[in-house]
């Protein structure tokens, strides 16, 4: 069982900034692509990037390339998401996600293929 613990939410003006971490508990992090996932009232959760075991392959939802940045620390057991000029649109729960011998392709924005969650933080962003 791997758990993933959320920090770094809260309520920022639209053109801000906030960093969300993810700690996770697993001692074979390195082994798990990870996940940022969201979910805005009334919508289905969507994938927002996510990156490989080793740091080297990232993947951004489209709407967020060039302003949000994942990345990951494996001797913490951490991944990061730095997000920059941040949109009203931007608010939504955000969710840490696992996924274990995930294969090459499309894979990763599947919230399906993804085998853990953490319990999510609130990201608003204010207009």
């Known amino acids: 069982q791997v758990q993933l613990v959320e920090s770094g939410g809260g309520l920022v003006q639209a053109g801000g900034s906030l960093r969300l971490s993810c700690a996770a508990s697993?001692?074979?992090?390195?082994?798990?692509?990870m996940g940022w996932f969201r979910q805005a009232p009334g919508q289905e959760r969507e994938v927002v990037a996510a990156?490989?075991?080793?740091?080297?392959?990232?993947y951004y939802l489209d709407s967020v390339k060039g302003r949000f940045t994942i990345s990951r620390d494996n001797a913490k057991k951490t991944i990061y998401l730095q997000m920059n000029n941040l949109k009203p649109e931007d608010t939504a729960v955000y969710y840490c996600?696992?996924?274990?011998?995930?294969?090459?392709?499309?894979?990763?924005?599947?919230?399906?293929?993804?085998?853990?969650w953490g319990q999510g933080t609130q990201v608003t962003v204010s207009s």
């Open positions: 996600a696992a996924a274990f011998d995930l294969q090459s392709g499309n894979g990763w924005s599947n919230p399906r293929n993804y085998n853990y």
């Open positions: 697993t001692r074979i992090f390195s082994q798990y692509t």
């Open positions: 990156i490989r075991e080793s740091g080297s392959t990232t």
